[in-house]
């Protein structure tokens, strides 16, 4: 624990953890869009007919699936293949589904369904950026750990 988390106070003026928590949450969210998007479209292309709570629910998992395997691309780099995939795992996954929640919710109220369309696509992804931006910031803030 950080002197900071043990004091209680953060502070939420630091420009530089902002750049950070920002590219760590643009990472976060190209890995939770490939496979959540992959998966409304795939559906919403072939028509195959599935409640949309299961679909939005097979989005989400595959949203988690892909941003956890894009980060584990991203950090095997810096170590072994298994300590940066249970890394990508632990490091990542509250801002993950709080992303991936936030996104197919803006989807449900905006297009009734898991539908992606021209207008609804840049609402779900500012959406789904921002969600998770403070806790990312907290993370780097607090605890010193990154969330990309």
Not at 105 to 132: E, H, R, Y
Not at 137 to 148: I, M, Q, S, T, V
């Amino acid at each position: 624990m950080t002197a900071i988390a043990a004091r209680g106070a953060i502070d939420w003026r630091s420009r530089h953890t902002w750049r950070l928590a920002s590219k760590n949450t643009a990472w976060c969210l190209l890995g939770c869009v490939i496979g959540d998007f992959g998966t409304i479209a795939f559906f919403q292309f072939t028509g195959i007919p599935w409640p949309t709570l299961a679909i939005m629910t097979l989005a989400i998992v595959n949203g988690l699936l892909t941003s956890i395997a894009l980060e584990t691309v991203i950090l095997v780099r810096q170590m072994d293949l298994r300590t940066a995939c249970r890394t990508a795992i632990g490091m990542s996954f509250i801002s993950m589904i709080a992303m991936e929640a936030m996104m197919n919710g803006v989807d449900w109220m905006l297009t009734g369904g898991a539908k992606l369309t021209w207008w609804v696509v840049p609402i779900m992804l500012a959406a789904g950026f921002v969600t998770p931006l403070p806790y990312n910031y907290w993370r780097l803030k607090a605890l010193g750990r990154a969330c990309h």
